[in-house]
């Protein structure tokens, strides 16, 4: 199974490398974020990509996904609508049509 994953340096995106990394069935992890994600395995690949509302550039890099873990976010705490919505729903949209 070959694993894409959004937001492997949060605290939902490290357990989620984990444990695809521990998973036999899983051959391969693409990380894709902002910064590398800090962890060396001989499954693991980050992507580091800096705008992550354009997708569509490293596209190919997501081909052969089997499954796709978007671990991606903040908290809306402290934060206005217009600061919240490009972050939880316009990252969120573009890796969906990155993906199709």
Do not use: N, W
């Amino acid at each position: 199974m070959k694993i894409l994953i959004f937001g492997a340096t949060g605290m939902i995106g490290q357990g989620v490398v984990r444990e695809c990394l521990r998973d036999p069935d899983v051959r391969a992890v693409t990380a894709v974020g902002r910064s590398a994600s800090g962890v060396h395995d001989a499954k693991l690949r980050d992507v580091i990509h800096r705008d992550l509302h354009e997708l569509r550039a490293i596209a190919p890099e997501f081909a052969g996904t089997d499954t796709c873990f978007f671990c991606l976010g903040v908290t809306s705490a402290g934060m206005s609508e217009a600061d919240y919505e490009p972050v939880t729903y316009g990252i969120t949209a573009a890796a969906a049509e990155a993906l199709v």
